[in-house]
């Protein structure tokens, strides 16, 4: 997977906004399940928005709080992270990921954590600072 961050540098003031793109390549987009994780300094990576590469069906957890948005062009073969509000706790190295589509859907693959997942980005940083 190749990540970038359409906005360079990935530091931004609490409350902006921020989009992050993640390119697939080499696997067929529609077998897939893509995510985004995050790792804080001294914290585990965890996956906490999911997206359906076949049908687009979305999933995360309560505490994203919808200040989140993962999109995907299937055209482009393309994974979006549209993010705002920033808060200074989402710093965080922001990883792309994709892996198999899971039998019991989306929730089940957050269920595995890093392990749901066979291909990830190279990580792009992510600091909110005043």
């Known amino acids: 997977l190749r990540s970038s961050c359409r906005r360079g540098g990935g530091l931004v003031q609490p409350g902006g906004s921020l989009r992050l793109s993640c390119a697939a390549s080499?696997?067929?987009?529609?077998?897939?399940?893509f995510a985004w994780f995050r790792q804080a300094p001294g914290k585990e990576r965890e996956g906490f928005i999911y997206?359906?590469?076949?049908?687009?069906?979305?999933w995360y957890p309560d505490s994203v709080e919808g200040r989140f948005t993962i999109s995907s062009d299937k055209a482009k073969n393309t994974v979006y992270l549209q993010m705002k509000n920033l808060k200074f706790e989402d710093t965080a190295v922001y990883f792309c990921a994709a892996g198999p589509r899971q039998q019991y859907g989306l929730q089940a693959t957050h269920a595995l954590g890093v392990a749901g997942m066979d291909y990830w980005g190279r990580g792009t940083r992510v600091t909110v600072s005043s």
């Open positions: 080499g696997f067929r987009f529609d077998d897939a399940t």
């Open positions: 997206i359906d590469g076949s049908d687009g069906t979305l």
